[in-house]
């Protein structure tokens, strides 16, 4: 072949990129209604965030307070939650009942919920291991309770 020849041959042609735009009205409509949602959504996880603020500040005042101080930091969690009337005149049994009862799972059942209400009674420290066991038991209810509207 002669490259004169194909000199004259030209590309295919190209048809111009579909447009994205919706072409009917019904699309509008889908699109405004997921808008909403997604702000629907939006203003609920912000909402939510912001109730469970206590729990955060609880969760950091945790790391930082003596053992002995846990009881004092389940009790201040509980206020938060809960109507004063309902929280602030127990103690003892009552009490890790309470705790068990709004999401324990049978932390505050067992030795850790005596040692627990042990500490405000008594000016004996517990173990390592028995510190740890309660400051879990504690962070766990904290990040788990469940408040009943």
């Known amino acids: 072949m ?29 699109f405004g209604l997921l808008g909403l949602l ?42 938060a939650a809960w109507p004063r009337e309902e929280v602030a005149p127990l103690s003892g049994e009552p009490w890790l009942q309470f705790l068990e009862t709004h999401g324990g799972k049978g932390a505050f059942a067992k030795d850790t919920g005596r040692l627990l209400v042990g500490l405000d009674y008594t000016e004996i420290m517990p173990s ?17 309770h469940r408040v009943r509207v």
């Open 2 to 30: 002669k490259p004169a020849v194909l000199d004259r041959l030209h590309d295919f042609y190209q048809p111009a990129a579909p447009s994205w735009m919706p072409q009917t009205i019904g699309w509008y409509i889908v």
């Open 38 to 79: 997604a702000l629907w959504a939006a203003w609920h996880l912000l909402a939510r965030w912001r109730h469970n603020r206590y729990r955060r500040e609880a969760l950091r005042e945790l790391e930082h307070t003596d053992v002995s101080g846990i009881p004092v930091l389940l009790k201040r969690v509980a206020l």
């Open 128 to 144: 390592a291991a028995n510190e740890r066991a309660i400051r879990e038991a504690a962070g766990d209810w904290i990040r788990r």
